[in-house]
C-alpha cells in the first residue's frame, strides 16, 4: 500500500500579468485562455512507507510543484493525488514564527501548525527545546536569535511531530556540522520507524544518503525514475536526456 | 482536515495575534482601553460643548457604548480581510485548515472588545446606571456581533486574495459606516423615514440593544432580537461556503 501515489498528474499555471478582474473579463467575454504553464506534465509514480524518494532537477523543473501537491497546498489540473496519513511539510522552516514572540511562544504556534495537540506539545516541549539547545533562550523573542538558531528551533519542533509523510525541500542542511549529524541520525530513524520521505536538495551526497529511489524532473516531466545513486549521477554529469523515456 | 488539533490550533493562532499587537509597547494592553477613551472624550466635547443634542444625559456612556461596538466591527473587519494575504507564507506552505485565520483575527480583535466591554460597564455603573436582569442578554448580542464579522471576514478576505481591492471597498465602508451606525447620536433623532434601513445594519441593532439594556433598563424590541441572530448566522453559513469554495486555488494566487 502505497503511502504517496501520483496518477497521471499534470498541473497548470496561467500566466498572472493581468489582474485577476480583467483576465476574468477578457476570457469569459473574448472565450480566449491564456497560455497555460506546465509545471508538472502526466506524473506517475509511487512512495511506500518507510521508503524515500528524492526529487532533482533545474530550477523551475517542477519539484517544489510537486511538493506542494503532497502537501495538499494546491490541487492538480489533471490526474490524481492520493496520499495515506499525515503530510508534514518542511518546506519553510519556521514559517508561522514572529519575531516578537519569544522562542517558546513560538515553539508552541508551530507546533500547533504542525498538527500536534496541546497535551503533546506540553509532554515534548523540553524534548523539543532540549534538541534545538536553546534551553538558555528559550523566554527570550525570536528577533534577538541567530539565523541559526531560528531554524534549528523551527526544525525541532518539524521532527517531533510525529507525521506519516516528511516533506524536506533544501532543508536538510540546517546548522552547524554537530546538529546536522544529529538531524540526520534523527530523519533515519524516522524512517525505520516507517515514517516516508520525499527530500528536494541540490546537495546530491545528502540525497544518495537518505534515499533509495530517485525521479528527474525536467520541464515537468519526469526524465528519469530509478535507484537514488543511478539518476542523481546522471543528473550530475549531465547524461544526454533521451528523447521519450518515461 | 485535521480535527484533532484544530481547537489548540485556534487557540494559538488567536493568542499570537493578541500578543504581537501591544507587545513591546510600554503601555501594552491599555491602548485598548485609551484609544476609545480618548475618541469619547473628543465626541463628548463637540457634541456637548459645540452641537449640543436635545436632553442626552450621560452623553459620554451613551457614546462609548456606540463606540466600542463600532471599532470592533471596524477592526477586526479590517485585519480579518487581510489576514489571508498578510499570512501568505502560512498559506503557501503549511497544510492547515485556512478558515482559521480570518476567525482567528477576528477573535483576537474580539479579546480587546472583551475588555472594552468591561470599560464601558464600568463607567455605565459609576455613571448611577443599575445592574438588571437583561445584563444577562448581553454576552449573546455581542456574541453575534463577533459572529457576524466573522462571516464577513471570510467572504472578504477570501476576495481579497483575486481582487487585492477589495480591502479598500472594506476601508471606505467602515468610514461610511461610523457616520450610518447611530454612535454619536441616537436613534430618536432619525428622521421616521430613515428608521427601518437601520434595522437591517445588525452594527446599528448591537449598538441599539446594548443601549436598551444598559442605559434604559428594558428589553430590546423583539425584532431586534430575531433579526440580530438571523442575520449573524446567515452571513457566518455563506461566508464559510464561499470560503471553502475560493481557498482551492489561494496558494496558486498569493
Known amino acids: 500500500m502505497p503511502r504517496v501515489r501520483f496518477h497521471h498528474v499534470t498541473k497548470v499555471y496561467r500566466r498572472q500579468s493581468r489582474q485577476f478582474f480583467w483576465r476574468f473579463l477578457v476570457e469569459t467575454l473574448g472565450g480566449r485562455r491564456a497560455d497555460p504553464i506546465y509545471a508538472l506534465r502526466d506524473v506517475c509514480f509511487e512512495v511506500g512507507a518507510g521508503q524515500a524518494l528524492a526529487v532533482i532537477g533545474r530550477n523551475g523543473a517542477g519539484k517544489s510543484t510537486l511538493l506542494s501537491l503532497v502537501a495538499g497546498l494546491t490541487t492538480p489540473e489533471s490526474g490524481s493525488v492520493e496520499v495515506d496519513g499525515r503530510v508534514l511539510a518542511l518546506l519553510e522552516l519556521g514559517s508561522g514564527f514572529h519575531p516578537d514572540l519569544t522562542g517558546a511562544e513560538n515553539l508552541r504556534v508551530n507546533a500547533a501548525l504542525c498538527g500536534l495537540t496541546r497535551r503533546e506539545t506540553e509532554e515534548r516541549f523540553d524534548e523539543i527545546v532540549e534538541f534545538a539547545e536553546l534551553a538558555d533562550f528559550i523566554h527570550e523573542p525570536l528577533r534577538t536569535y541567530s539565523q541559526g538558531m531560528i531554524l534549528r528551533l523551527a526544525f525541532s519542533v518539524a521532527i517531533h511531530a510525529d507525521a506519516d509523510i516528511l516533506l524536506l525541500d533544501e532543508m536538510i542542511a540546517v546548522g552547524d556540522a554537530d546538529f546536522q549529524r544529529k538531524s540526520f541520525r534523527r530523519i533515519r530513524e524516522m524512517k525505520q520507524q516507517g515514517r516516508t520521505l520525499l527530500c528536494v536538495s541540490h546537495v546530491p551526497e545528502i540525497l544518495k544518503e537518505l534515499c533509495e529511489e530517485a525521479i528527474w524532473l525536467d520541464s515537468g516531466r519526469i526524465v528519469l525514475r530509478g535507484p537514488a545513486e543511478e539518476v542523481i549521477d546522471a543528473y550530475v554529469t549531465g547524461a544526454p536526456l533521451l528523447e521519450g523515456s518515461p | ?254
Request: glycine content about 6%; some cysteine; proline content about 6%.
Open chain 2, 1 to 254: 482536515m485535521r480535527l484533532r488539533n484544530t481547537g489548540f490550533l485556534l487557540a494559538c493562532l488567536v493568542t499570537r495575534d493578541f500578543k504581537i499587537r501591544y507587545r513591546n509597547m510600554s503601555l501594552g494592553v491599555f491602548w485598548s482601553l485609551l484609544n476609545p477613551l480618548v475618541l469619547m472624550l473628543v465626541l463628548t466635547f463637540v457634541f456637548t460643548k459645540i452641537f449640543p443634542p436635545p436632553g442626552v444625559e450621560n452623553f459620554h456612556v451613551v457614546v462609548l457604548s456606540g463606540l466600542i461596538v463600532f471599532s470592533f466591527f471596524s477592526l477586526a473587519w479590517q485585519s480579518g480581510t487581510m489576514s489571508i494575504y498578510g499570512n501568505a507564507t502560512l498559506i503557501k506552505r503549511v497544510p492547515m485548515p485556512r478558515e482559521l485565520l480570518p476567525v482567528a483575527t477576528v477573535l483576537a480583535n474580539g479579546l480587546h472588545f472583551l475588555i472594552q466591554i468591561g470599560l464601558l460597564l464600568a463607567l455605565a455603573l459609576w455613571a448611577g446606571y443599575r445592574v438588571n436582569p437583561f445584563w444577562l442578554l448581553l454576552p449573546a448580542i455581542f456574541g453575534l456581533e463577533v459572529i457576524f464579522v466573522c462571516g464577513l471576514a471570510l467572504i472578504t478576505s477570501a476576495l481579497d486574495v483575486y481582487f487585492r481591492d477589495i480591502r479598500y471597498v472594506v476601508e471606505s465602508s467602515t468610514t461610511v459606516l461610523f457616520w450610518l451606525v447611530p454612535i454619536f447620536y441616537s436613534f430618536a433623532m432619525i428622521p421616521p423615514d430613515y428608521r427601518e434601513l437601520y434595522q437591517f445594519n445588525p452594527v446599528a441593532a448591537v449598538v441599539l440593544a446594548c443601549r436598551a439594556i444598559i442605559l434604559e433598563s428594558r428589553m430590546p424590541p423583539a425584532t431586534l432580537l430575531w433579526k440580530l441572530p438571523l442575520v449573524s448566522l446567515c452571513f457566518l453559513a455563506g461566508g464559510y461556503l464561499l470560503f471553502r469554495r475560493l481557498k482551492r486555488n489561494f496558494a496558486d494566487y498569493l
